[in-house]
């Protein structure tokens, strides 16, 4: 003869009512063990960013003072070179003027070949006759420094270089802020699992998350170094 063992209907409830939130328990831990490892690998990833945006602000930072030191070089030496046109200029019409065909046609031997289109293009003007002539080749359009075009293109990619290093300043300050986010995960994802209470486990989990989506919702937003 087989015996059946029979519970009452309200035992069998009182165990499912037990097992739910063992369940519950679990659901909750896994929770917050996901949030702890997706914030820490997201801290790691924004750190990295950082680290690499604040490179390249010291590079461009470092090349924009190169630049801007070189443009300087570059326009005393353009001013250098315009006091060398005009001496050599004056020491010409001193010679003409005095009547010495001779030292007159060594200085103008002497001036830099590219001071010579603004002086013929002065002399075409005829203005020892015209009055309405340019004052010296030196106001010429055609007078021309190689060495102060090449401090204004410096002195231009000094500022690019500068305004790359300020945009990379700003994207490494925004990463090393997403960390803020990630860590206050850290912390609420942490403390959950030390509380007891299950209503306030469940908020600072959802705390949490919502610290996380909003977090890396921020990262997205950002370039990468």
């Known amino acids: ?80 070179h315009r006091i060398d046109d005009l001496l050599y200029f004056n020491h010409w019409l001193d010679a003409r003027e005095a009547g010495d065909e001779k030292l007159a046609a060594i200085h103008r031997r002497r001036f830099r070949p590219e001071f010579v289109p603004a002086f013929e293009a002065w002399m075409a003007q005829r203005p020892f006759s015209n009055p309405r002539a340019i004052a010296g080749p030196l106001y010429m359009p055609e007078y021309r420094s190689a060495d102060q075009a090449r401090s204004l293109e410096l002195h231009a990619a000094a500022d690019e270089r500068y305004e790359h290093g300020t945009r990379a300043k ?32 469940f908020a600072v989990i959802a705390m949490a998350g919502g610290l996380l989506a909003g977090g890396g919702a921020y990262v997205l937003t950002l370039p990468l170094a």
């Open 1 to 80: 003869m087989e015996y059946v063992h029979t519970h009452a209907p309200e035992a069998l409830i009182e165990v499912h009512e037990r097992a739910i939130p063992v369940r519950l328990e679990r659901w909750l831990e896994l929770s917050a063990v996901l949030l702890l490892a997706i914030a820490t690998l997201a801290t790691a990833w924004c750190g990295y960013q950082a680290a690499g945006w604040s490179g390249d602000l010291s590079q461009q930072f470092s090349n924009a003072a190169a630049a801007r030191m070189q443009a300087v070089q570059a326009s005393t030496q353009a001013g250098q």
């Open 170 to 201: 700003l994207y490494a300050d925004r990463y090393i802020l997403a960390t803020v986010f990630m860590a206050a995960v850290l912390f609420f994802a942490g403390i959950s699992l030390r509380l007891d209470w299950r209503p306030l486990r």
